[in-house]
Structures are given as structure tokens and as C-alpha cells.
């Protein structure tokens, strides 16, 4: 329950604390949140780009959730899409004249083997030699932009793009049909709740998911009981990278239809967010990232209707992590009491709980 409650109640005081702040700007906060609406689900083509947005979100945003789950921070989901993007491109160009049933899964598989070689790097560092993996990743990120950015201008550059830095286009049978006509939204919103569902059965529902969660909740104490801590680590990155990976190809399959400069405008870094308002779990994770999908679009309606600040969008979400954190580590350290809301005790204390009256003894 209060897994639940802990990311509602952080998103309701944060759309209380923004009406405060649009009033202070001298804009009705009613209207304001009316535009942000309407923006973000108001008809089927804004509805359409909420998706479409929300989609690398979940697939980045799962990604992150599962190494978490095995006590991986997976900072690099940015560099590990861009990856993706790159062997989706090559691959869709490479086999331009295959059949569209054959080439776009091809196209999919292509993104989750990129993004999953790159994540295999920081994993197996971090399994093998203990190396941080948030300096990793960070860096391993930064190097894959750059390689973006010299592939389109050099090897991979369209000779036919008149000096615009960026690959020739997929052929039609390499791009993911569209769902609504009109709208940027395609098969890849449904493709990304598959990708959840199945990361929830691999989670919850497997002997590897178990060993997954047991190596990130206590790490000696798997090794202790036989568990492969080593491939258990390095393999829920690759997971990870993959899910980020797959990110990229849909965006170059569904979306752009090539590789370009700023082919992700910081989807690798928002799915950090939504990973921890999501809780680290699937179904969070979809409802994270469709909500941070629908502050882009609603801050951008909001700035053009009632000339809101499309800066207030990135308080609301700021301030919504920061209340999530506080609520985790309220609860963490058994400063909250849900028995004070409910009437009744919290039961028998948790794993946090317990780990943190053993470190403060």
C-alpha cells in the first residue's frame, strides 16, 4: 500500500505546489491545468505524441528499473539507446529489401544486441573487478553520442542528404506502422508493454529473476547459497542495455526513420526518473513514463494557451522525485506509520527496515 501511495501522494502535492507557483505568475491555475489536459490527452494526435514519447520512457525506464533490481545503477540507458539506434540503422539498410514481417523484428533484435554489448561492459567490470558503475556508464554514454556523431558524418553520411549529417532512411518494410493516422504513435507502444509484461514474468515468475533480486538485496549472501553473482550481474545489464537498445531501434524504425544528431532527446536520463517514481517495478515504471510523456506535451500547450513557463513543468517533476525520496527514506527508517492513517501496525518490519536499525547499531 504504500508503494502506491508514496508516488500518488508525491505527484498530487507537486501538481499543488505547481498551481501555487502558475498562480504567482498571474495565471489562473484551473485554465492552466485545462490546457495541460487537453495538450497531453485532449485529442487523438495529442493523445498519439504522449504515447509515442511515453514509449522510449518505458522501454529505458525498465531497463534501469531491472538492474536495480539486482543493485546495478544503470546511468547509461542514453548511450546504450543511441547503440541500438546504430545496429537498428545498419541492419535495416543493410537488408533493405527483405519483407516487412522478417525486417522489422530484425530491425528490434538488431537495437536489443547493441544496446545489451553496451551495457555488457559495465556489467562485467562491475561483476568482475568491483569498478563503479555509474562512472561507467557516464562515460560509456558520452562515447556513444560521439560515435553517433562521426558515423553520420563520415561512413554512414547519405550521400543524398545535401550535407545534412544523418543515414539514408529505412526502407518501408524497416518502419513500424502507424496506430492512429494523423499521429506519430506506432506499434512500438505496444511493443514496450510487452517488454513489461515480460520483464515482470522474467522478474517475479523465474528461478533467474529470484536470483536477480537475492543478488541485488544481498550480493555475499547469494554467493553464499551458490547463486552465480558474476553472470547474474553482468547478464541483468545486459538485459538492461537491451530494453535501452530497443529503445533506439523503435525510434529509428517508428519515429525518425534514420540516425541523426539528438536522435534521443535525453530519454536515457528522464527513464532514471521514472524508474524511481515507478517504484523499480513494470507497472510503475508504464504509468511513470506515460505521465512524464504527458508533462512534455502539457507544459508545451500550457506555454502556448495561458503562457505558463514551460519551466514550471521541470519543478513539478523535480519536486515530485524529491517527495518520492523523502517518502522512501520515511518510511526506510520507520519514521512513518501507516498504522497512524489505517489503525493498524505495519506487521513484521521489512528488509530496508531491518538493514537500517542494523547500520544505525
Not at 487537453?38 to 534501469?64: D, E, K, Q, Y
Not at 515482470?200 to 549472501?221: D, E, H, P, S
Not at 550481474?233 to 517508428?254: D, K, N, P, W
Amino acid at each position: 500500500m504504500l508503494s502506491i501511495l508514496i508516488p500518488v501522494i508525491a505527484v498530487l502535492v507537486s501538481f499543488l505546489v505547481g498551481g501555487v507557483l502558475i498562480a504567482l505568475v498571474g495565471v489562473d491555475p484551473l485554465k492552466a491545468y485545462q490546457a495541460f489536459l487537453h495538450g497531453a490527452f485532449g485529442n487523438r494526435v495529442n493523445l498519439g505524441n504522449t504515447l509515442s514519447v511515453a514509449t522510449p520512457l518505458m522501454l529505458c525506464g525498465l531497463g534501469i528499473a531491472f538492474a536495480a533490481r539486482g543493485s546495478v545503477f544503470n546511468i547509461g540507458a542514453e548511450g546504450q539507446l543511441y547503440i541500438g539506434a546504430i545496429f537498428a540503422v545498419w541492419v535495416g539498410l543493410r537488408c533493405a529489401g527483405w519483407p516487412a514481417y522478417l525486417l522489422a523484428p530484425l530491425i528490434l533484435a538488431s537495437g536489443f544486441v547493441g544496446g545489451g554489448l553496451w551495457g555488457f561492459i559495465p556489467g562485467i567490470l562491475k561483476a568482475k573487478y568491483g569498478i563503479n558503475e555509474i562512472v561507467l556508464t557516464v562515460m560509456l554514454t558520452e562515447i556513444a553520442i560521439q560515435i553517433v556523431s562521426w558515423l553520420i558524418r563520415g561512413p554512414m553520411l547519405d550521400p543524398n542528404s545535401f550535407g545534412i549529417p544523418q543515414t539514408a532512411a529505412l526502407s518501408k518494410a524497416g518502419r513500424l506502422p502507424l496506430m492512429l493516422t494523423g499521429t506519430r504513435l506506432h506499434i512500438g507502444i505496444l511493443i514496450a508493454l510487452v517488454c513489461a509484461l515480460v520483464i515482470y514474468i522474467l522478474l517475479w515468475k523465474t528461478t533467474f529473476g529470484f536470483r536477480v533480486r537475492a543478488v541485488g538485496f544481498n550480493a555475499r549472501a547469494a554467493a553464499y547459497a551458490g547463486m552465480p553473482v558474476t553472470a547474474t550481474t553482468t547478464l541483468s545489464m545486459i538485459i538492461s542495455g537491451g530494453l535501452a537498445g530497443i529503445a533506439g531501434a523503435i525510434e529509428v524504425a517508428g519515429v525518425r526513420y534514420r540516425l541523426m544528431d539528438g536522435i534521443s532527446p535525453g530519454y536515457g536520463f528522464t527513464a532514471i526518473v521514472v524508474s524511481l517514481l515507478g517504484r523499480r517495478h513494470p507497472v510503475g515504471v508504464v504509468i511513470s513514463a506515460i505521465l512524464f510523456a504527458a508533462l512534455q506535451g502539457g507544459a508545451d500547450a500550457m506555454q502556448r494557451k495561458v503562457a505558463v513557463p514551460v519551466h514550471l513543468a521541470y519543478i513539478v517533476q523535480a519536486l515530485t522525485i524529491l517527495l518520492v525520496i523523502v517518502g522512501e527514506y520515511l518510511v526506510t527508517h520507520r519514521k512513518f506509520d501507516l498504522s497512524r492513517l489505517t489503525g493498524r501496525g505495519l506487521g513484521t518490519p521489512g528488509p530496508a527496515a531491518i538493514l537500517g536499525r542494523e547500520e544505525g547499531a
